[in-house]
């Protein structure tokens, strides 16, 4: 059996980032306004440690900025106030973020010499034109031999993609994803733009020079993605931003935030897979999915939104599901009412 894990994040707002994308304030979308010193680092690992119990692996992670782009000995005061942690098998790994034209062989020396497992390049797509328009500063080819170069270290490689940048077509995000599965990253991250305040993206929205990449348009592109990754047993271990008071509160003020975007999207798959099950012939009709254990609620939808759809879509007059022993994951049947 897989051991639990837990992260403790430490956040670490544009240091190191050589420049500002249009749609970043780190401050705002951490809700970190003070960036990591080793005094920090100590006290987030303190405080982390003291909520998780015994026998979980524990990973101390580095977020926010480009940590490999920050100067040497600055990345080294950072790493070396959790060596205590590590040497006493309290914290099992480091992870960091960071940039794919941020990774070469010495920073990568540097990285395994303090006992970092993991590094999750900010790739965000693989089109020229929509890292160009998001002023990212690094090209395709840059993330591909950092992906290259970190896997072959032994690393385990994270990739972070965004839906719906400046001159992003939902074509241009399944591209980017099918080029991620081909770097067989360990794990995906998927953020879909949100515009939010302090930001060039707010500004181009505002002048109406920026169309808004809705929260439905995330949902339907992401479920597809979704299948995408599965299809290629690449878990998507992270979708949407991280919901702060900050971002509810008003910061993000367009585009796709929602404290449940995954289960949403977990909802949109699963209405896929019921509506094929169905068709005319079932008008009036009552119907019912069997569905894996634990996995009705996701099936059903948030307040019960698949049922309304496909009620409503087909005249069905009645939609149930029933757990099923023998259906597994994403799958969905038909049973006997």
Partial sequence: MRPKRAIIPVFVPHLGCPNMCVFCNQRRISGSPIPADATKVRCDIISGLS???????VSVAFYGGSFTAIPAEQQEELLQAAQPFLQSEAVTSLRISTRPDA???????RLLRYGVKTVELGVQSMCDDVLRA??????????RCAAKLLKDSGFELVLQMMTGLPGDTPEKSEYTA????SMKPDGVRIYPTVIIKETELYD???????????LEDAIELCSKLMELFEDADIPVIRLGLNPTDELSGGDAVAGAYHPALGELVMNRRYLKRELALVTEADRG???TFGIAPGRVSAAVGQRKCNVRTIESRYGIS???FREVED???MDVVRVKS
């Fill in 51 to 57: 909520k998780i119990s015994d026998g979980i692996d």
């Fill in 204 to 214: 181009l929205w505002t002048q109406g020079r920026y169309k808004e990449h809705t």
């Fill in 134 to 143: 998001s002023k990212r500063g690094h090209t395709p080819e840059d993330a």
């Fill in 285 to 287: 009709q009552r119907v």
């Fill in 327 to 329: 259906v597994h994951g």
């Fill in 103 to 109: 990774i070469n062989g010495e920073i990568v020396d």
């Fill in 178 to 181: 099918r080029e991620f599965i």
């Fill in 318 to 320: 009645r939609v149930t």
